[in-house]
């Protein structure tokens, strides 16, 4: 019991001293002055249309922290949330995704760029400015700006969320339905929501190949999200048969491991030469006609 209360003090002390690089690095007022927190570093994903063409990428944050190195969303985002630091890091995002889309589109490669919501987020009264803020002062083509937010996230408080939605949307940004499948999936509330994508997630992809009822799963959610004019994209795309069997469904565009991990800008543009100009007009994959 000692050696137990001994570790979770340990630990305690762990997140402690994650917390208070957080407030430095994320610009929390009672954030200390005198410490090293590393920087915010954004990672991005390609992701490719039916003819291999990249279409977009999503931006994945990662924190390159002294002590510990790089670590990946799911060493720290909740602990972000938890101490109310979403609005720092979604503001570090956004800017350095929305950069990188500018430069990349000087440099021949147009592409969608998306950028990851959490509820807390799209909540927040300060998301509209600096969302306008960003497109002004980037010069970003607002349709080339995708916001990724979760079906969860849109549950906890659905009104509300739909009109902040419809207000993103008014300015022209895509909006994305990512992690579609992972939850209480309802295809009932999309025909309220602005959305232009439908994002399925990972366990769906995992097992398209192996279980017959999600590929009918799969095969159904992306004939009505066409009806409804989303284009459908699907993530964890590790293997061939798997991208063969989502094209064969209807899924329009793929993202995952077997084209790419997420890279560093310079290795994401590397890639990007490597791979061929993205399409030279970065509108919304046409959804197949009902
Ligand atoms: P997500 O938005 O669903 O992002 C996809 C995750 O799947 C990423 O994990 C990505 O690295 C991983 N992934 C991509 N392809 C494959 C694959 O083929 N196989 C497998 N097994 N995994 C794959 P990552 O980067 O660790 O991000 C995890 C989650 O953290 C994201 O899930 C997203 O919900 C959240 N996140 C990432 N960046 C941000 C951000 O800037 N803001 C917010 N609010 N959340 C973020
Ligand atoms: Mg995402
Ligand atoms: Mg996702
Ligand atoms: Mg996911």
């Given at each position: 019991l000692a050696a137990h209360d001994a570790a979770a003090a340990r630990a305690d002390e762990q997140r402690g001293q994650l917390v208070e690089e957080l407030k430095v690095l994320l610009h929390s007022?009672?954030?200390?002055?005198?410490?090293?927190a590393g920087r915010v570093v954004v990672h991005y994903q390609p992701q490719l249309d039916a003819d291999g063409q990249v279409a977009g990428v999503e931006a994945l944050v990662r924190w390159d922290n002294p002590r510990l190195g790089l670590l990946t969303p799911d060493r720290f985002l909740d602990l972000v949330e938890d101490y109310a630091l979403m609005p720092g890091l979604t503001t570090e995002v956004m800017w350095q995704a929305a950069e990188q889309a500018v430069r990349w589109t000087q440099q021949g490669h147009r592409l969608r760029m998306s950028v990851n919501l959490s509820a807390s987020c799209l909540d927040h009264p300060g998301l509209l400015l600096l969302v306008d803020e960003v497109l002004t002062r980037t010069?970003?083509?607002?349709?080339?700006l995708v916001l990724e937010v979760t079906e969860t996230s849109l549950m906890a408080n659905p009104q509300a969320s739909i009109a902040r939605l419809h207000d993103l949307a008014a300015r022209g940004v895509d909006i994305s339905i990512d992690?579609?499948?992972?939850?209480?999936?309802?295809?009932?509330y999309l025909h309220d929501l602005p959305a232009t994508e439908l994002k399925l997630d990972r366990s769906l992809t995992a097992q398209v190949t192996t279980n017959p009822r999600t590929a009918d799963i799969v095969a159904g959610t992306v004939a009505l999200a066409h009806r409804l004019g989303l284009r459908v994209i699907a993530e964890g795309v590790e293997d061939v048969t798997m991208l063969t069997t989502l094209h064969a469904l209807g899924c329009d565009e793929t993202q995952g491991y077997l084209h790419?991990?997420?890279?560093t800008a310079d290795d994401c543009r590397a890639w990007l030469d490597a791979t061929g100009p993205a399409r030279t007009t970065a509108t919304a994959t046409a959804a197949a006609p009902a």
């Open positions: 007022p009672d954030a200390a002055d005198d410490l090293d010069g970003l083509t607002p349709t080339d992690d579609y499948g992972s939850g209480y999936s309802s295809l009932a790419a991990r997420p890279m």
